[in-house]
């Protein structure tokens, strides 16, 4: 069972910048796609970003390119996702979730097909 924890969540003002981080052991090995997704109150789950294994493709959202990045330090066992210039509609709760890789890995961002997911960390902005 794959496990990890999110953290780095807060209340930030709009244009501000935040880090988010989602670790645990194996959670970078070669077996597992991760995929950042978020979900606001009354709003379904939105894929943000995905990065393969060897970080050989990575994917964003439209909604987010330019101003989030997404990350892996393979010595740290973590996945980081980078948000800046933040806006109020970024308001979320953010997930990691992992998937086994497959050649398919990040071409889309479906959240079916992740089967690892981690408990949320709370992203608010304020106008």
């Known amino acids: 069972q794959l496990q990890f924890v999110e953290s780095g969540g807060g209340l930030v003002h709009q244009g501000g910048s935040l880090r988010l981080s989602c670790a645990g052991p194996?959670?970078?090995?070669?077996?597992?796609?991760i995929g950042w997704f978020r979900q606001a109150p009354g709003k379904e789950r939105e894929g943000v970003s995905c990065?393969?294994?060897?970080?050989?493709?990575?994917n964003y959202a439209d909604s987010v390119k330019a101003r989030f990045t997404i990350s892996k330090d393979h010595a740290k066992n973590t996945v980081y996702l980078q948000i800046n210039n933040l806006k109020p509609e970024d308001t979320a709760v953010y997930y990691c979730?992992?998937?086994?890789?497959?050649?398919?890995?990040?071409?889309?961002?479906?959240?079916?097909?992740?089967?690892?997911w981690g408990q949320g960390t709370q992203v608010t902005v304020s106008s």
């Open positions: 194996d959670f970078t090995s070669n077996y597992y796609a």
């Open positions: 990065i393969t294994p060897d970080g050989g493709k990575i």
């Open positions: 979730a992992a998937e086994t890789a497959t050649g398919r890995s990040c071409e889309m961002l479906i959240a079916g097909r992740y089967g690892y």
